[in-house]
């Protein structure tokens, strides 16, 4: 059975800080791996697809990595907008899609 | 701009139904697969279903198979998601959200959601 495993679950960190958000999978997934970020009340939004790449408009402080199962999502200068929480998603197992369970992110 | 408008959320009972719309403009609508992700109130997101361009190809998470039904119009622009048999453990946000295939598969534009209270 697939699973995924995204840690911490939360974690506390002030303004300029580097955030490294991680994800590991049970199962080797390719490059089937996205990252979507979820403001309070708000829907989600895409952040990073394909591992690595970001969508237009998505800052650059933002970076996707990894391969295999093991993947991060890196914030370099955590800005007041980033406050947030971050979820983990493949893709690879479709025609069923599985989100990690998320990461909180909140001003120390 | 693209929008995604879902509408149909409300409080219902246990073992009733219910029928979601999610109205689409800014892109053309035939040509994208489509999904619907829930999210229980303080949980996180789950996949619920796809639905490829045309509809002739349809997928469910196992805990609503048999019980939820995706559809769309394309000649209306909109996604369907009707839900029947319901459960207490149904009761979540709704979202709409389109399916690009560029790279491997993601959401990459999403609706503001829908609640669904199943409750008697």
């Known amino acids: 059975d697939f699973q995924m495993t995204q840690s911490p679950r939360s974690l506390s960190a002030s303004v300029g800080d580097r955030v490294i958000i991680t994800c590991r999978t049970s199962q080797r997934i390719g490059n089937y791996l996205n990252w979507y970020q979820q403001k309070s009340g708000k829907a989600p939004k895409l952040l990073i697809y394909?591992?690595?790449h970001l969508p237009t408009g998505v800052p650059s402080r933002f970076s996707g990595g990894g391969s295999g199962t093991d993947f991060t999502l890196t914030i370099n200068g955590l800005q007041p907008d980033d406050f947030a929480t971050y979820y983990c998603?493949?893709?690879?197992?479709?025609?069923?899609?599985?989100f990690g369970q998320g990461t909180k992110v909140e001003l120390k | 701009e693209i929008q995604l408008v879902e509408s149909g959320g409300r409080l219902v009972q246990p073992g009733g139904s219910l029928r979601l719309s999610c109205a689409v403009s800014?892109?053309?609508?035939?040509?994208?697969?489509m999904g619907w992700v829930r999210q229980a109130p303080g949980k996180g997101l789950e996949w619920v279903a796809n639905?490829?361009?045309?509809?002739?190809?349809?997928d469910y998470v196992d805990s609503v198979k048999g019980r939820f039904a995706i559809s769309r119009d394309n000649a209306k622009n909109s996604l369907y998601l009707q839900l029947n048999s319901l459960r207490a453990e149904d009761t979540a946000f709704y979202y709409c959200?389109?399916?690009?295939?560029?790279?491997?598969?993601?959401?990459?534009?999403w609706g503001q959601g829908t609640l669904v209270t199943v409750s008697s």
């Open positions: 394909a591992t690595s």
């Open positions: 998603q493949q893709s690879y197992t479709a025609p069923t899609w599985t």
């Open positions: 800014g892109f053309s609508f035939s040509n994208y697969g």
């Open positions: 959200a389109r399916r690009h295939q560029w790279m491997g598969p993601h959401f990459d534009n």
């Open positions: 639905i490829n361009q045309d509809g002739s190809d349809k």
